[in-house]
């Protein structure tokens, strides 16, 4: 039987549009089963308690359980292979970081590509270090450190959690930036660094503000600056680098991915919820993004996947430039 030519557009059109009917009712019915959120790190660190604010959230705000599973390893990259596998369907999430980014350049044969791979959901919050000396150190501002650098070169130590890590990039793009020479000393992890640092066996270190505010405060630290663009509400006396070395900035990143190709509506679902998140000054989690003076980052999905693409853009020719690799 031939359909008469209006019935038949009628039925292509409602043909074409059950996909798109089916994925609206599928992410409105969203989440009917427990999520996880994959962190490449161990239990008990900064990610993994970030992890579990975040599961938090979202399993109040959108009645289904979110756990947390840590996949650790291979500076958390068998944890984004893990997301990178699992599929696309809202129920494998990835506690992604900055060192996602900076891995894209630090490894040279991971079998997946963060940028293209991971799907942004939404981001959490960005913050910067502070660049501390030990008190018996002569300079005590960053011309003062520029100067005494160039007129002893390779004699300052700088120390970091590790290759790769936040305290060393931010200590090559100082050397960069400035034209510098001073010797990076990677320890395994930032703790003992830290504890270096505080005894003077080292002469400066980039630290986050979560584990080196308090030895500021006490004065058990000098502060030189700040690597985030602007000062810190909680350190307002204490300058940017930027202001010093024009362009310098270093800050790392904390957000939620997916694997690539999740469903739209399911990702502007938990866009929409984890911005709330943020913005809500009665949150814990944005009670904790002041306390550690970052800067909450609401963006859409789209906004924070091309804040990846301009990160990784950028950490990949300091990285390159200064011939770091992991592998």
Do not use: C
């Amino acid at each position: 039987m031939k359909l008469p030519r209006r019935k038949f557009l009628q039925l292509a059109a409602g043909a074409a549009a059950l996909p798109a009917i089916s994925h609206v009712a599928w992410a409105q019915a969203y989440p009917s089963r427990p999520v996880r959120i994959v962190v490449g790190f161990p239990a008990g660190g900064v990610n993994d308690t970030w992890a579990r604010l975040f599961a938090q959230w979202f399993s109040e705000r959108l009645g289904q359980q979110f756990t947390v599973e840590n996949r650790v390893g291979a500076g958390g990259n068998l944890g984004t292979e893990a997301v990178v596998r699992a599929p696309a369907d809202g129920y494998t999430l990835l506690l992604a970081t900055s060192v996602d980014a900076w891995n894209v350049a630090l490894y040279d044969n991971l079998s997946f590509n963060f940028v293209r791979d991971i799907a942004p959901v939404a981001s959490s919050h960005r913050g910067g270090a502070i660049l501390s000396v030990h008190p018996s150190f002569p300079a005590k501002t960053i011309p003062e450190l520029i100067a005494y650098a160039r007129a002893n070169p390779g004699q300052i130590n700088m120390a970091s959690g590790g290759i790769g890590t936040i305290q060393h990039l931010a200590g090559e793009l100082f050397k960069s930036s400035t034209g510098v020479n001073m010797v990076h000393v990677p320890y395994r992890g930032a703790a003992p660094a830290l504890a270096d640092l505080l005894s003077g066996q080292v002469h400066l270190m980039f630290e986050p503000p979560v584990t080196s505010i308090e030895h500021v405060r006490t004065g058990r630290l000098r502060p030189l600056a700040v690597t985030a663009a602007t000062r810190l509400a909680t350190l307002p006396d204490v300058p940017a680098v930027g202001e010093f070395v024009p362009g310098y900035e270093v800050i790392g990143w904390i957000g939620i991915g997916a694997p690539k190709n999740t469903p739209t509506a399911i990702v502007d679902k938990l866009n929409k919820e984890f911005n709330a998140a943020i913005t809500d000054p009665g949150s814990k989690i944005r009670a904790r993004i002041d306390d550690i003076s970052s800067v909450p980052m609401p963006m859409t999905s789209s906004e924070f996947a091309k804040f990846i693409v301009e990160y990784t853009e950028k950490w990949g020719k300091v990285i390159r430039a200064a011939n770091i690799k992991l592998s």
